[in-house]
């Protein structure tokens, strides 16, 4: 896909959101930018506004301030174009307990409107990927955790998005999922495409990520290339756990 | 004991009447404010006149009553007509609260006996009801005591008494059956389908018990004298129409002799059955709940055929997005009990209840009213609004329409807001699926409706199609209803859907345009206009309402659905 070799597949210029009646903005004029070919990982303590913002960036709230382009399409004026080009999975994953796998796998391909070739093409390989090939004629009610995980990300790419999003994607998978995961994540960049997620394990981050952003009460503290981050820190060599505890440390304990 | 008992009762009115959501969400956030004020003040105007409405029919039938001597009749059919609806309705009420509630994974592995769990949840059914019963049923009691001039000292604690305990024999019964019938669907595979099933059956057997016994009472040729000898005797009719249902009689009696020691027997009685009846409810519940629940977190799990097949057949399913999410709506509404039991019981009500008649009341007489009424020049046409008006009836209160993305939920929502889909697509794909849902549950009435009336096909299809248009401008009203204001804060399924004020706009909406519609053909008929003129009218005033669906839909779906966040 080399058309999106200069442009970046995901651009937010200082965005912000505050949530109704909360006195303090959850994600305070966030900007950043994902290129073609980049992992990058999204960190931050809890209630942080990692989740806040992926929300934004796949329409589930609309920023107070600020853009969000995705691969070109701003994704509040033209949500659905921006849409096409993103998969996501959520960090809960709630999916329709009362379709079965297979009806669920259908129904996002037609709302992709993936052809139905590419669609078994697609859907028998990731499934049989994530070992779920025999549990897809059954209810998702029946799935446990980790199943409904690997659902969810094999809806999430039956359509090749450009941009792949993932809140926290690594809860719930077992060891060998996790890996194939991994896998899957750099064989995504290699075709040029993106992914950004978000997460707490930070030995992930450090050996995958292309790029790292950290967040600390929705403002964004640091952000490059691990390299780049461990130039901030006071000393050199340090792993991006003590980076990351350095940056995030709490007021109170700031003054000290 | 008591205390844990009485707490975990206040917890379930707490989540039921969303009393903490509500507080944080318009107290303390101070959201939507003037929303919920406006809301409150309109249900509490709509539910007051609804109560003086029937505080007048009360006091009309009283003075009829009063004539033969018999004022305490008011009280028996009001008594009656109660009991019956809450068994009816009960069914599907119990079976969702007991079997479907989202908070049993939580209550179950709690140090409870299944008959507090069980008592906990019932209390949460009673307080529903009592919110209905004092519509419906207190101005009765009032109407009554004006009317017969009792002893208001000895007359309102009986009357609160017989209140209080009204709800409780209906919801007992309709809870045991609820009871046995999910024992047996737990043994079964495919629980879901047959609870819906059963609850179908169950309530279907209910209405045809009860016509039989009405049938029975008023066998033909007895009537007059029987009614005669009856008149003898001050308020016998009361004993003759309780039989059906004796503690109807007893609960009359303990509100109409109030006062009296034969007052007090009869509250004693009344209130004893229906103590009796919950406490006969909580030894089988505390026998078989648990399991059935247990059982049920078991979904059932097919034999996977091989896969190749599927992804095969996948190419035959290549859909458009609006079809697939029309399916898809149709698919999670008919497979989750909760919804089906209590969206689909109106496709049923109507035709049980017409087969029952037929079979049972093989009357001459309406043979001869069809017959004449057939003969009407006008009645192939008139005919055809009335297939029409089915539909719509149904879609005004099924409430499939005004609750799709309630229904979605916090839970599920995530999913369709963010799959590049507009509003506009949502919206049709959810009212489509809809609509295509009311025009299979329409298929038994009508085919009931047509065997009985005989309208030519010209005017039944007629009918039909204007039926279509009419429901599915509605359905699409309906869903930029539940757009604009989605309840996506719940729990308890059952909550999203039947206590969803969107349906409950939509009944009085849907109710308000049958009026309108109706009393103005009624008037074009009077004023001597044909049939057809009062079919192109219907035609006219439909094509308006599909044709402002459908702009309003292209006008405000996409920014509606903007709106909705979470
Ligand atoms: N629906 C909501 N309503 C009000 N405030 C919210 C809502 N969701 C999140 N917040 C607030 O916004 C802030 C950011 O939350 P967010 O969920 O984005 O954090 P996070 O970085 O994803 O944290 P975690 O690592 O725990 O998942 C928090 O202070 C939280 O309290
Ligand atoms: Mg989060």
């Known amino acids: ?72 399409h701003d994704v509040v004026e033209d949500p659905v174009s921006a849409k096409m080009k993103i998969g996501f999975v959520p960090d809960y994953p709630n999916l329709y307990n009362r379709l079965t796998g297979i009806e669920y796998l259908n129904l996002v391909a037609d709302i992709h409107g993936v052809s139905a070739s590419e669609r078994s093409n697609r859907i028998e390989g990731l ?23 690997k659902l969810a990300l094999t809806g999430a790419l039956l359509h090749n998005p450009p941009l792949f999003i993932l809140d926290e994607p690594m809860v ?3 060891p060998r999922s996790s890996r194939l995961f991994k896998d899957l994540m750099r064989s995504h960049c290699g075709q040029g495409y993106a992914v950004f997620f978000s997460t707490h394990i930070l030995e992930v981050a450090e050996r995958l990520c292309d790029k790292v952003g950290i967040i600390n009460k929705g403002k964004l503290i640091a952000c490059g290339s ?13 792993s991006l756990e003590d980076i990351f505890l350095e940056l995030t440390l709490p007021e109170e304990a700031d003054s000290t | 004991m008591k205390t844990r008992l009485l707490s975990l009762i206040l917890a379930q009115l707490n989540i039921f009447f969303s009393i903490s959501h509500s507080r944080y969400y318009y107290l303390k956030k101070r959201q939507r404010l003037w929303e919920g004020i406006l809301i409150a003040g309109s249900i509490i105007i709509l539910a007051l006149t609804l109560a003086f409405g029937v505080y007048k029919l009360a006091q009309g039938f009283c003075s009829q009553a009063a004539l033969l001597n ?27 609260v007991f079997y479907f509630s989202n908070d049993l994974p939580i209550l179950i592995p709690l140090p409870l006996k299944p008959w507090e769990v069980l008592t906990s949840k019932f209390a949460v059914i009673l307080a529903n009801e009592y919110l209905g019963l004092l519509v419906f049923i207190a101005p009765v009691f009032v109407a009554y005591g004006m009317r017969a001039d009792v002893n208001w000292a000895g007359y309102i604690p009986s009357a609160i008494l017989v209140f209080l305990s009204l709800p409780v024999i209906p919801i007992a019964v309709a809870s045991i059956l609820a009871v046995i019938l999910m024992r047996i669907v737990g043994f079964t595979k495919r629980k879901d389908t047959l609870t819906i099933i059963g609850g179908f059956l169950l309530v279907g057997l209910i209405i045809a018990g009860q016509l039989y016994l009405q049938t029975r009472l008023s066998a033909p040729g007895a009537d007059e004298e029987f009614i005669m000898r009856m008149l003898a005797r001050a308020n016998s009719l009361v004993t003759v129409l309780g039989r059906q249902f004796p503690p109807s009689i007893f609960a009359t009696h303990a509100v109409s002799l109030a006062g009296t020691s034969k007052g007090l027997l009869n509250l004693c009685l009344f209130v004893g059955i229906s103590a009796f009846s919950f406490y006969l409810f909580l030894v089988l519940g505390n026998q078989f709940f648990y399991q059935s629940v247990l059982s049920g977190f078991e979904a059932p799990k097919g034999k996977s055929r ?18 697939s999410l029309a399916i898809a709506e149709m698919k999670l509404f008919s497979r989750t009990p909760v919804y089906a039991l209590n969206g689909f019981i109106g496709f049923l009500m109507f035709p049980v209840l017409f087969v029952v008649l037929l079979v049972m009341g093989n009357d001459p007489e309406m043979a001869k009213l069809w017959g004449s009424l057939r003969a009407m020049p006008e009645f192939h046409r008139i005919g055809s609004l009335l297939v029409a008006a089915y539909f719509f009836v149904l879609v005004a209160f099924s409430g499939i329409p005004f609750s799709p993305f309630s229904r979605e939920g916090k839970a599920h ?49 007629i009918g039909v199609l204007l039926g279509i248009a009419a429901s599915y401008s509605f359905c699409v009203f309906g869903v930029l209803l539940d757009m604009a204001r989605p309840m996506l804060e719940w729990t308890d399924p059952r909550k999203a859907f039947k206590s969803n004020l969107n349906i409950i706009f939509g009944m009085l909406i849907g109710a308000a345009i049958l009026f309108g519609i109706g009393s103005l053909i009624v008037t074009l008929l009077k004023r001597g206009y044909s049939g057809l003129m009062a079919q192109a009218v219907s035609g006219g005033v439909v094509a308006l309402f599909l044709a402002a669906g459908l702009k309003l839909l292209q006008l405000a779906a996409d920014r509606l659905w903007m709106r909705i966040e979470l």
């Open chain 1, 127 to 149: 499934l049989s990927m994530f070992d779920l090939t025999h549990a897809v004629g059954d209810l998702i009610q029946t799935y446990s955790h980790g199943m409904k995980q």
């Open chain 1, 226 to 238: 691990m390299d780049e981050l461990r130039r901030l820190s006071k000393e050199a060599d340090e």
């Open chain 2, 413 to 461: 929502i995530w999913f369709l807001k963010s799959q590049p889909v507009s509003g506009q697509e949502v919206a049709i794909g959810k009212a489509l699926g809809a609509e295509i849902m009311v025009i299979i549950g329409a298929i038994p009435g009508l085919a009931v409706f047509q065997y009985i009336a005989r309208l030519h096909v010209s005017s039944f299809v």
């Open chain 1, 1 to 72: 896909m080399s058309q999106h070799a200069n442009r970046s597949l995901l651009k937010l210029e200082s965005v912000s959101k505050t949530y109704r009646g909360s006195p303090a903005k959850a994600v305070d004029h966030l900007s950043l930018e994902v290129m073609p070919g980049e992992i990058f990982g999204f960190l931050g303590p809890n209630g942080a506004g990692k989740t806040t913002t992926i929300k934004m960036i796949v329409g589930l709230l609309a920023p107070d301030h600020g853009r969000i382009i995705v691969d070109g």
């Open chain 2, 70 to 96: 018999q004022e305490a009749l008011t009280l028996t059919t009001g008594i009656l007509a109660a009991q019956f609806l809450m068994l009816i309705l009960g069914v599907a009420l119990v079976i969702s």
């Open chain 2, 306 to 323: 091989p896969f190749v097949s599927r992804a095969e057949s996948a190419q035959a399913h290549e859909r458009t997005p609006i079809l």
């Open chain 1, 172 to 174: 719930g998978l077992d």
